[in-house]
């Protein structure tokens, strides 16, 4: 059965940085385009990030570019989110998705979810 696991959540100040990691198993992440989304209290799940399986090319929303790298390393089965220069509007519970393809940044249909690691972005 597939996994997802997200861990690197936690507090931190505005201006500051975490870089948020998602362990994968039960599958062949090489086979897959993987993308992190955000939930804030009271808002509906965004989609933020993407990246292919096929070439690695990555996909931010506006709200993140520039701020936010993701990467993939299908040797370990993991794929990170690194986020610099964090703002409190920043602040959701952050999840790890499988993807059989990226549709820009958005969620993608189909998705395969983990459970998620909260961020919170406060002074």
């Known amino acids: 059965q597939a996994q997802l696991v997200e861990s690197g959540g936690g507090l931190v100040q505005p201006g500051g940085s975490l870089r948020l990691s998602c362990v994968t198993s039960g599958f062949s992440l090489d086979l897959y385009a993987m993308g992190w989304a955000r939930q804030a209290p009271g808002r509906e799940r965004e989609g933020i990030s993407c990246i292919t399986h096929h070439d690695g090319t990555t996909h931010y929303a506006d709200s993140v570019k520039g701020r936010f790298t993701i990467s993939r390393d299908n040797a370990k089965n993991t794929v990170y989110l690194q986020m610099d220069d964090l703002k409190p509007e920043d602040t959701a519970v952050y999840f790890c998705?499988?993807?059989?393809?990226?549709?820009?940044?958005?969620?993608?249909?189909?998705?395969?979810w983990g459970q998620g690691t909260q961020v919170t972005v406060s002074s």
């Open positions: 998705a499988r993807y059989y393809y990226c549709t820009g940044s958005a969620i993608a249909p189909s998705a395969y």
